[in-house]
């Protein structure tokens, strides 16, 4: 018997032992090909980012000696044109005699050829007699810095003016002599804002400041006027998502000379010589974090292959073996689960028939004895417990000899012991589902009449009650009786609703159109489960403090009054509990 069991464990042996290199084999590869496909990345991303990053700073360096080029070469084109211009006989001649009839189409014919902005001719009160914009003819220009300066000057006189709406204006102005004397200025507006278009589509951000700092082109217009460190501070702060994020976009540049809307940016500087001036560019680092995510994605899929060849080759026949040994498995395992649900199955089928059997007739007749009895007692309490408080009344105003008062007393009792005689009746028509006459009632008095039945819980609760009631009055068809008796359940539940509530609040609001709608609206805290809450038997109380038949009755007797009832939450906390009845009008009253 010993040789027999030890001679089935020998070959599982063998198997152990090949299994056991197998997988340290696989492990070690992995841990191999990961600090390769690490060190690899690593060095990648180093060495391609310092060469792009140079490559960008290259082409950005010879994009901004291009522009100050540009800008150049625009400003000593327009120098000469002031000089030139102050010698035209024509425009002498006109500052002279005071007729300016052809000078400005002069200056228009002029404009074109010489590719500035506007032309102006000033007489010798800063007053424009001839100008490219007719529109500027007459304005005074005595005070303006572009002709004070150039009356002063005996050369061509550069001016930056900033304008009120926004932006600078670029001026040469000389004056025009005749006979040594002044007889008034030619102003050249040089158009520069041209260059702020042409680089807001070609680079990312370009500015020009002047010798005192101050920014006076710029291809973000929010930064005229500004200092380069307040133009840089304007931009938004980062919080702490776009701090993330700049972090991951980043990883493949070196440190950023700036950041503009949340994005790094190399920032270059070359001197414009002009009057100090400074042209300054920022390049995003997009182009190459594209080109080196490029190269690295490219090694990274390249090592993921790798990876994914060395798992298929040492692991493609243990693959083959284990799922052949786990399809049998899984088909033994189902074939005993379903065998063995089966007869489980079968066995309680056959025990669950026969006490069924047994105690179907005596579970059906417990039902509804408790149905009955717990609608009676829960509809009966309220009325019961109005009884007694009429009965203190009046046991109070008998023993100060006040019958009268006590009588009326007697009288309310009278009219509950026949509501409780009738609340006997509705519950048996609740089963039977039974008709019974109707007749005009009118809302806003069954409604006094249901908070005079609930005054002692209101006053000993100290319950606020708003109502809403239209100046006139609301009637519908029904019985005025089950009516009450919907609204002492409604007033009922919002009162139980508010137990928790520091400041309680019911809302009673009545209005009529299509239909007449009575809402009731409470500050508790709401309901759970709306779809439950007019099934019998449902509660959300205490036990002893209901049984959850009151809104399943209320429901059946609006039903068949050809009315809705409905509940939903309120936004302001609380629920809000709809009775919609058929508004009675002479069509209605003539159809009943």
């Known amino acids: 018997m010993a ?88 425009l002498i001649g006109a500052l002279n005699s005071g007729e ?25 009160d800063g007053r424009t007699v001839a100008a490219t914009d007719r529109n500027r003819l007459g304005e005074t220009h005595r005070s303006l810095g572009y002709f004070v300066e150039a009356l002063r000057a005996n050369t061509t006189v550069f001016t930056v003016i900033e304008r009120e709406s926004g932006g600078f204006r670029f001026t040469y102005s000389r004056r025009v002599e005749s006979q040594n004397q002044a007889i008034g200025v030619i102003v050249v507006e040089v158009d520069l804002a041209k260059f702020e278009r042409a680089w807001a589509g070609i680079s990312d951000a370009v500015m020009v400041t002047d010798s005192q700092g101050r920014i006076i082109l710029a291809t973000e217009p929010r930064w005229r006027g500004l200092t ?56 995003t680092y997009a182009s190459v974090r594209e080109r080196v995510n490029a190269v690295l994605a490219l090694e990274i899929m390249g090592f993921a292959i790798l990876a994914a060849l060395a798992f298929y080759a040492l692991s493609r026949k243990t693959a083959i073996r284990m799922a052949l040994f786990q399809r049998e498995s899984a088909e033994l395992r189902a074939l005993n689960a379903r065998l063995q649900a089966e007869m489980a199955e079968r066995e309680r089928v056959q025990e669950n028939l026969a006490v069924a059997e047994q105690s179907l007739a005596q579970s059906s007749k417990l039902a509804a004895l408790g149905e009955m009895s717990a609608a009676v007692s829960h509809e009966l309490n309220q009325p019961l417990a109005a009884m007694k408080t ?20 007697f009288h309310r009792i009278d009219d509950l012991i026949e509501r409780m005689g009738a609340i006997t009746r509705q519950l048996k028509s609740y089963a039977r589902k039974g008709q019974e006459m109707l007749s005009p009632v009118d809302m806003a008095d069954a409604l006094a009449t249901s908070l005079s039945m609930m005054e002692p819980q209101l006053k000993s609760r100290r319950v606020k009650i708003s109502r809403i009631l239209p100046d006139e009055s609301v009637k519908v068809m029904g019985d005025r009786m089950r ?35 009575l809402s009731v609206r409470d500050n508790g805290v709401g309901i759970e489960d709306l779809e439950s809450l007019f099934e019998p038997f449902y509660t959300t109380k205490q036990p ?18 050809g009315g809705r009832l409905t509940a939903r939450n309120s936004e302001r906390g609380g629920a809000v509990f709809e009775v919609q009845l058929p508004i009675l009008n002479e069509k209605t009253q003539a159809a009943e």
């Open 228 to 283: 380069t460190p307040e133009a840089l501070q304007r931009q938004p702060p980062d919080g702490a998502i776009e701090r993330a994020i700049r972090a991951t976009s980043d990883w493949t540049n070196t440190e950023a000379d700036a950041y503009l809307s949340g994005e790094a940016v190399m920032r270059i500087d070359g001197r414009i010589p002009f009057r100090g001036w400074t042209l300054t560019t920022f390049t």
């Open 100 to 124: 300016y009839t052809q000078s400005s189409q002069r200056l228009i014919s002029f404009v074109d050829e010489i590719g500035a902005a506007s032309l102006m001719l000033l007489d010798r």
């Open 483 to 517: 009516i009450e008796q919907v609204l002492v359940n409604l007033l009922r539940n919002a009162l139980d609703a508010t137990k928790s509530v520091e400041d309680p609040q019911i809302e009673i609001i009545l209005a009529a159109g299509e239909t007449a709608t």
């Open 3 to 90: 040789q027999s069991t030890s001679r089935p464990r020998k070959p599982t042996k063998p198997g152990n032992r090949r299994s056991a290199p197998l997988s340290w084999r696989v492990r070690l590869a992995l841990v191999l090909l990961l600090v390769a496909a690490v060190a690899t990345v690593w060095i990648t991303n180093r060495l391609l980012a310092d060469r792009f990053t140079e490559t960008t700073r290259n082409r950005a360096e010879l994009r901004l000696a291009l522009y100050s080029g540009n800008l150049i070469s625009e400003l000593r084109r327009n120098a000469i044109v002031p000089q030139l211009l102050a010698r035209d006989p024509a």
């Open 390 to 409: 009429y009965l203190a009344g009046a046991r109070l105003l008998l023993r100060r000899n006040r019958p009268d008062e006590a009588l009326t007393a």
């Open 544 to 561: 002893g403090d209901g049984v959850g038949l009151g809104l399943a009755i209320s429901s059946g007797i609006v039903t068949d009054l």
